[in-house]
């Protein structure tokens, strides 16, 4: 029935909580499961006051920057994914993970679509209300542009 699960992971304790979920899910199905990390995007920033138009080499530096940040984030996610991995191999689990630069929801929709994922299991963070209106919700949107079931696991 679930071929693939994925498990969007934002490197929180409380997202390591849909792993035993995924575990047990995919022990009873034989599935494979997808551990996906989106990473957020560096914004490169010109210094200067707000009427100081940084020139090229100022620009190309903090481009430079912005970029070893995100090979920085992306490395340290891909090592937190190493060992998230290992508990699920652990287990006898098939497992893969994949580190993404982009924003949470639309990536991890968009990895949903691309690796045929069959299920989706992620927390929700607990924001409501005026909160969550304001920020949005990463678990909303992914049910709503997935395509695919997903299984909320409430934070508290």
């Known amino acids: 029935m679930f071929k693939k699960i ?3 992971l934002d490197g929180s304790r409380l997202s390591t909580k849909t792993i035993p979920y995924a575990i047990e899910i995919a022990g009873k199905f034989d599935s494979e499961v997808a551990m996906l990390r989106v990473v957020k995007q560096t ?3 010109v210094s200067g006051g707000p ?3 940084g020139g090229p080499a100022d620009i190309k530096l903090e481009m430079q920057i912005a970029l070893q940040q995100d090979m920085k984030n ?3 996610a891909r090592r937190y994914l190493q060992r998230q991995s290992r508990k699920l191999k652990n287990k006898g689990i098939k497992s893969f993970y994949k580190v993404i630069l982009g924003t949470p929801a639309h990536s991890i929709a968009t990895f949903c679509h691309k690796e045929h ?3 989706v299991i992620m927390t929700t963070h607990g924001k409501s209300g005026f909160k969550r209106a ?4 990463v678990s909303d949107e992914v049910v709503r542009q997935s395509g695919v079931p ?3 696991i409430k934070s508290r």
């Open 6 to 8: 994925l498990i969007p």
């Open 134 to 137: 304001i920020l949005g919700s």
């Open 43 to 45: 914004n490169p920033v």
């Open 150 to 152: 997903v299984l909320l």
């Open 74 to 76: 992306t490395l340290a």
């Open 117 to 119: 994922i069959d299920l």
């Open 51 to 53: 009427t100081e138009i």
